[in-house]
């Protein structure tokens, strides 16, 4: 079955770097997916993993291990506009994008 | 560029009636996809348009709901008559297959339905 699993809530304090993570049980990989989400907001792309290791970009890195089932969303020099969802997400096949519960990130100064 | 956009952005309906929410993907993204997210709930496929026909609609819950995409562009979703548990935010979402393609889906800022 499809299962994507990662954890409800974290807290992070400004500046810092904070690491979520992801795995995942699914048929048919063909990519990963990390979407940033303000409240009330539109998910937004923040990165796409296909190939094991890290991706990275900016403050931003992205890493994968097919192997594994594992994934991790890096936020260096964390800011308050942080603070927001972040959702993991796996293809499957060539059109089925699977998401997870999210990860409520909070920044505090 | 226009974005995907979803209307209404917020409906109160009573249990029983009726509710229809509009998505129009960004011009030219065949795929439509329709996503629900229930209040602590992972976001849950509903279904996934190829143009005008359904590709996939396997993650409609009931016969309640009812999708269409007349001529391939905008979508509607009718949820007829509304349950408690139809509550929820209801997203839509378009991707271009064509070059230059990112894979990325990109979202509407999501229909919030309220049954009372």
């Known amino acids: 079955g499809q299962n994507i699993d990662q954890p409800t809530e974290m807290t992070a304090t400004e500046g810092a770097i904070v690491q979520i993570n992801c795995t995942y049980q699914t048929s048919g990989f063909n990519g990963l997916f990390w979407y940033q989400q303000h409240a009330g907001e539109a998910p937004t792309f923040l990165s796409y993993n296909v190939l094991d290791g890290l991706e990275e970009k900016g403050r931003f890195s992205s890493f994968l291990s097919r192997s594994k089932g594992y994934s991790y969303l890096l936020l260096k020099e964390l800011q308050m506009k942080d603070s927001a969802s972040y959702l993991c997400?796996?293809?499957?096949?060539?059109?089925?994008?699977?998401f997870g519960t999210g990860t409520r990130l909070k920044v505090l100064a | 560029e226009a974005g995907v956009t979803q209307f209404p952005s917020h409906s109160v309906i009573e249990k029983g009636q009726t509710v229809t929410l509009r998505c129009d993907p960004i011009?030219?993204?065949?795929?439509l996809y329709w996503y629900r997210r229930v209040m602590g709930k992972e976001i849950k496929f509903l279904l996934h348009?190829?143009?005008?026909?359904?590709?996939?609609e396997s993650g409609m819950p009931n016969n309640r709901f009812l999708a269409e995409r007349t001529g391939g562009t905008y979508s509607t979703l009718k949820v007829q008559p509304a349950e408690l548990e139809d509550s929820g935010v209801y997203f839509c979402?378009?991707?271009?297959?064509?070059?230059?393609?990112?894979?990325?889906?990109?979202f509407g800022e999501g229909s919030r339905l309220t049954v009372l």
């Open positions: 011009s030219g993204h065949d795929n």
């Open positions: 348009f190829v143009k005008e026909s359904k590709q996939d």
């Open positions: 997400a796996v293809i499957e096949g060539t059109y089925k994008y699977i």
């Open positions: 979402a378009s991707i271009q297959r064509e070059p230059p393609n990112t894979g990325e889906l990109f």
